[in-house]
């Protein structure tokens, strides 16, 4: 028999944990199984840090991660919205020219995000499919795509973009 579970830890007693899946099933676990069958808790704890080109990191996203949870860092891409938005938050009026050329490339650049999942395939335009385990809705696919990675934490290495 097998089963792959992804659990977050509610309480802990003396021999057990409280944990609940990510669909929202809560239950009581004993520590020896958690030790014994579980990936650890502490697995972002670092080892090491790997700098790899940006491929790498895509491959090990996809290839060496098999379904554990792993942490990362990607870019999100700018929308229209986001950018008006910021504009409107500026005092664009009363900055000299220099301070304009250095503001609208700092609106190019997307928004840094965190994900803390695990990968359930790739889509058809190529991004990351990935469940968010930190997000409390039904709905917990995101999409990564993998030219925005800038680091994976996975077993205790974190691999960063070259």
Not at 64 to 82: C, D, H, I, W, Y
Not at 84 to 101: Q, V
Request: aromatic fraction near 6%; proline fraction near 3%; hydrophobic fraction near 40%.
């Amino acid at each position: 028999m097998s089963r792959v579970s992804y659990m977050k830890v509610l309480s802990c007693e003396a021999e057990s944990f409280r944990v609940q899946n990510d669909v929202g099933f809560e239950w009581t676990i004993s520590k020896n199984i958690v030790e014994n069958e579980c990936e650890p808790p502490f697995q972002f704890r670092l080892s090491k840090v790997e700098k790899v080109t940006q491929t790498e990191l895509a491959r090990i996203l996809l290839e060496e991660t098999r379904g554990a949870v792993v942490s990362l860092n990607f870019t999100k891409k700018q929308t229209p919205e986001r950018v008006l938005e910021m504009i409107g938050e500026s005092n664009m009026d009363l900055m000299p020219a220099r301070e304009k050329k250095k503001f609208a490339a700092s609106l190019m650049v997307g928004e840094l995000r965190h994900l803390v999942g695990h990968v359930t395939g790739i889509d058809v335009s190529g991004r990351i499919k990935m469940v968010d385990l930190n997000i409390e809705k039904a709905y917990k696919i995101r999409l990564v795509d993998p030219r925005t990675l800038k680091d994976v934490t996975f077993r205790g290495v974190r691999y960063e973009k070259k």
